[in-house]
Structures are given as C-alpha cells and as structure tokens.
C-alpha cells in the first residue's frame, strides 16, 4: 500500500505546509477505521482505510492556499475551483509514488455527495465506493468539530449531530454510515496520543466510560487539562463532554509519567 519511509516524508510535509492540516488527517484517518471497523471491514480494508484518511489531503500541498481564509463551506468561496482541485492534485501526486489503485480513488472521491453534487466525478450513491463514503463522513465531521482549521468557529457537538441527522443524512452523506457514526459518537471517543513505539506521532481512538481516567490526562484541542489522569469520570461528566464541549478531546500521556 505505501511503505512506511514514504509515509512518514508525507506526513512531515503535510504537517510543515500548515500543523492544522497535517493534524486533521491523523484525526481523520482513526475515525474512518474505527467506522470501518464498526462495518465488519476486513484487516485490509481498516489498514487501507486508515492509509487513506493519513493522506487524503495530501492535494493541498500543490495549492497556493492560505487555509486561514478558505471557509468550510467550499460553495461559497471565490476560489472553489482552486479548492475543488486538491482531490485531484491529491490523486496525480500520489500516482507518482503508490500504485494502490483503491488509496488513489480514495483520494479522488472524498468530497462526492451522495446525492450526486459533490466534486470531482458527481458520482451518486453506490457509485461512490465504501470506504469513499466513509471517508466523506469521518472528514466533515472533524472539519466541523475543530473549525479553525478553516478559520471558523468550532461547532456544538449537539448541533454537528443535528446537522448530519436531519440536513446531510441522505444528502450529502450515505444515511446508513451517518446512522453507525453517531452511534458510534454516542461511546464517548477521544484521541490518545501514545508515548512509546509512535515515531510519527499517530493518534488512536479510545472510548471513555465511568471510571477513572488510566491513560492520561483529558485535554481540548489546545492542551487545556479538562480531566486529569486518575480522576473519576462519571456518567455526567461524560455526557456534558459529549453533548456540550466544542472541538476534539485529547488525552495526553503526563511529562512526568
């Protein structure tokens, strides 16, 4: 698929072209596995997967792009077909360097709607592979979450849920893989930065519940400590930081550890 030296070159570019990009393809990739997984996919359907999601906007680094100015709502912007143009960029570069037919229409395909309106090939429904699909999912949904990744404001948690149930479900997004999704949202999933055996700093999803905090300490998306290691999380200190706590949940491993 790619090997591991390419990889890591790949990622460090995308974090030096700008950290937010780089950061949110990380993101990306562990939620398109975890909804992989909760599908039943096979090992190398997760494995691909995750690859894909690592470098699905590895297009942008042939753009002149300032991201602090694109909005997240691409229709509006002055300069769509410039944007519209990474998926493809995305492919040729990749093309280049990986002969994984399946990563590349990956890459290609992110951004197709489900009802036939997105970019680049206005494919429509099963036409536009599984993992595709997936990949539309897990990138909108962590685009709305962080927000400054496109210079806006993060959204509520309970309003991104509303939006994916009654406005993009069917639209935008396979209903079906927005049903799974939220499900999966609703275990409580944050991100878990290991310390050792991690040299291109990769997250892994875990899933909080009642108890106390083993892995770390709960940080947002800046490094704030939310919830320190060993504390006792209770079921409404969960809720509350799923429902109402804007942008993505870290947990760090203490420097002291």
């Given at each position: 698929?790619?090997?591991?030296?390419?990889l890591?070159?790949?990622l460090?570019?995308?974090?030096?072209?700008?950290?937010k990009?780089?950061?949110?393809?990380?993101?990306v990739?562990c939620?398109?596995?975890e909804?992989?997984?909760?599908l039943?996919?096979s090992?190398?359907?997760?494995?691909?997967?995750?690859l894909s999601?690592l470098?699905?906007?590895?297009?942008?680094?042939?753009?002149?792009?300032?991201f602090?100015?694109?909005?997240?709502?691409?229709?509006?912007?002055?300069?769509?077909?410039?944007?519209?143009?990474?998926v493809?960029?995305g492919?040729?570069?990749?093309s280049?360097?990986?002969?994984?037919?399946?990563?590349l229409?990956?890459?290609?395909?992110h951004?197709e709607?489900?009802?036939g309106?997105?970019?680049?090939?206005?494919?429509?429904?099963?036409?536009?592979s599984?993992?595709s699909?997936?990949?539309?999912?897990?990138?909108?949904?962590?685009a709305?979450?962080?927000?400054?990744?496109?210079g806006?404001?993060?959204?509520?948690?309970?309003?991104?849920?509303?939006?994916?149930s009654?406005?993009?479900?069917?639209a935008e997004?396979?209903?079906?893989?927005?049903k799974?999704?939220?499900?999966?949202?609703?275990?409580?999933?944050?991100?878990?930065?290991?310390?050792?055996?991690n040299?291109m700093n990769?997250y892994k999803i875990?899933?909080?519940?009642?108890?106390?905090?083993?892995?770390?300490?709960?940080?947002?998306q800046?490094?704030?400590?939310?919830?320190?290691?060993?504390a006792?999380?209770t079921?409404h200190?969960l809720?509350?930081?799923?429902?109402t706590y804007?942008?993505?949940?870290?947990?760090y491993?203490?420097?002291?550890?």
């Amino acid at each position: 698929m790619i090997n591991s030296g390419l990889l890591e070159i790949l990622l460090l570019a995308q974090h030096k072209a700008d950290v937010k990009l780089g950061l949110h393809c990380k993101r990306v990739a562990c939620y398109a596995f975890e909804l992989a997984k909760a599908l039943n996919q096979s090992s190398e359907f997760k494995k691909r997967i995750f690859l894909s999601g690592l470098v699905h906007d590895i297009g942008f680094l042939k753009l002149d792009i300032d991201f602090a100015k694109i909005s997240h709502d691409m229709t509006l912007h002055t300069d769509v077909d410039l944007i519209q143009r990474h998926v493809i960029e995305g492919e040729k570069l990749l093309s280049k360097v990986i002969t994984d037919v399946e990563i590349l229409e990956i890459v290609r395909h992110h951004h197709e709607k489900f009802n036939g309106e997105g970019y680049p090939d206005k494919l429509k429904g099963e036409e536009i592979s599984l993992a595709s699909r997936i990949m539309a999912v897990v990138d909108l949904y962590d685009a709305m979450m962080i927000g400054e990744m496109f210079g806006e404001e993060r959204s509520i948690p309970q309003d991104i849920i509303h939006y994916f149930s009654y406005t993009a479900s069917g639209a935008e997004l396979d209903p079906e893989l927005v049903k799974t999704f939220l499900g999966l949202l609703q275990r409580n999933p944050v991100f878990y930065l290991p310390v050792e055996n991690n040299d291109m700093n990769l997250y892994k999803i875990v899933y909080l519940s009642p108890g106390k905090l083993e892995e770390g300490d709960l940080c947002d998306q800046y490094g704030t400590v939310l919830v320190k290691q060993g504390a006792e999380l209770t079921q409404h200190t969960l809720d509350n930081i799923r429902s109402t706590y804007p942008g993505q949940k870290i947990i760090y491993v203490p420097e002291s550890s």
